[in-house]
C-alpha cells in the first residue's frame, strides 16, 4: 500500500466506510495506524484536536474514493487520504 501525493485532498471526507477511529498525533500517525490495519485502504484525518483534546481524529476507511467518488464529500475541518494497493504476492510457486 502506497499513500500518493494526488490521492491527497484537503477539506475532503470520505463517508459510510470507518471500520476504526483513533486519536493520534499527527497525519504520519494516522498513516502507520492505516498500514498496520489490513482492511484499512484510505484514512480521513481531522485537521485541529477537538476543544480540549490534545490529540486528532484519525478514521481509518475500507475503501478509497476511487471506487466510491460519491461519498467523498466536502468537509473543511478534514484530509482525506487514498492509497494505492498492490496484491502482488512476494511469494512465488
Known amino acids: 500500500m502506497v499513500f500518493l501525493d494526488y490521492y491527497f485532498f484537503a477539506e475532503r471526507y470520505l463517508v459510510n466506510h470507518t471500520i476504526e477511529k483513533k486519536r ?3 497525519l504520519d500517525d494516522c498513516e502507520l495506524m492505516c498500514y498496520l490495519n489490513d482492511d484499512c485502504v484510505s484514512l ?5 484536536p477537538e476543544d480540549g483534546e490534545p490529540l486528532h481524529i484519525c478514521e481509518l476507511n ?3 474514493h476511487l471506487k466510491d467518488d460519491s461519498d467523498l464529500t466536502t468537509d473543511a475541518n478534514f ?3 487514498g492509497s494505492r494497493v498492490s496484491y502482488k504476492s512476494i511469494f512465488r510457486n
Open 24 to 26: 493520534v498525533n499527527n
Open 79 to 81: 484530509y482525506y487520504r
Open 44 to 48: 480521513n484525518f481531522k485537521k485541529d
Open 62 to 64: 475500507n475503501a478509497t
